[in-house]
């Protein structure tokens, strides 16, 4: 009886011990999450105030009320759309039919299949993307223009060593064109978004981050930490102007193939192609 009693205490004591390690538990977790919270807050209201910051002419910024400061963490989120609504008029849903690729899956889509993103360089019809959304090299490429009306494309050349290939659209006139950012322009730590319609939509897919760095891939490339995907790969990075920065391209230090780098999508590892300077090689594709 004493050893049933006793048995019967010490399983209790085991049930006490791990009810109060799982409030414990429950508890910490609760303080991480309003961690991150207070953090992610604060992030909002550091953005506000970098942004204030830049748009504020030179000496005004330490004259502005603590209520002017973190009212501006209201005009990130407003910046970046309008930013998105300067350049939405130039990205086109690219779509690619049949291919090497185009067989199994189990049900999933397989890397550079479904629909992806594209830039309009010319009012004639000339598209660059990205070399990951042809990973499958689809016979028959369609494009859907900002007037909704789709038409067949032709691939004419890609570069694989930055990523990118260019398209024409058959019969295309008047097409909207993007503004392009100087690349003497560009400063680290400025503020880009990247926008893409490869996950469907009307409106582009958003990511906001900085220019993490201005040489990469042997000064092929700028970094960013905004995050990059096969949602827009092929997209824009633009700046707060809504100027294009550079088209949106997974890159691999070491390895050349189609959908190298891309295992780093949404890792704040992200890459894009300037379009300032890049006139050379595009006219190469168009060959």
Not at 137 to 151: D, E, S
Not at 249 to 274: K, M, N
């Amino acid at each position: 009886m004493n050893r049933l009693a006793a048995s019967c205490a010490v399983h209790a004591g085991l049930r006490t011990r791990r009810r109060v390690g799982l409030c414990a538990e429950r508890g910490r977790a609760a303080q991480i999450g309003q961690r991150l919270a207070a953090a992610w807050r604060l992030a909002l209201v550091l953005a506000g105030l970098a942004l204030i910051a830049a748009l504020a002419p030179a000496g005004a910024f330490g004259q502005l009320s603590p209520e002017e400061l973190v009212a501006g963490t209201l005009l990130a989120p407003k910046a970046f759309r309008a930013a998105a609504a300067r350049a939405r008029p130039a990205i086109v849903r690219i779509e690619g039919l049949g291919g090497v690729a185009a067989a199994g899956g189990g049900g999933y889509p397989l890397p550079g299949e479904g629909p992806t993103t594209g830039l309009i360089l010319s009012s004639e019809g000339h598209i660059v993307t990205s070399t990951f959304n042809f990973a499958r090299r689809p016979p028959v490429v369609t494009v859907l223009l900002p007037g909704g009306q789709r038409r067949v494309a032709q691939l004419l050349g890609r570069d694989e060593t930055r990523k990118i290939c260019l398209l024409k659209v058959e019969g295309a006139a008047d097409l909207p064109v993007p503004s392009i950012a100087p690349r003497k322009e560009l400063r680290v730590g400025q503020w880009v978004a990247t926008l893409g319609v490869g996950f469907g939509g009307t409106e582009p897919a958003l990511a906001a981050g900085i220019l993490s760095a201005l040489a990469r891939a042997s000064g092929k490339a700028v970094q960013t930490d905004a995050h990059t995907s096969p949602a827009n790969y092929g997209g824009p990075l633009v700046d707060l102007d809504g100027r294009v920065v550079g088209i949106c391209v997974p890159l691999h230090p070491l390895a050349r193939e189609t959908l190298a780098g891309s295992e780093w999508y949404d890792s704040g590892i992200g890459f894009a192609i300037p379009l300032d300077g890049l006139e050379p090689v595009l006219e190469r594709l168009k060959q």
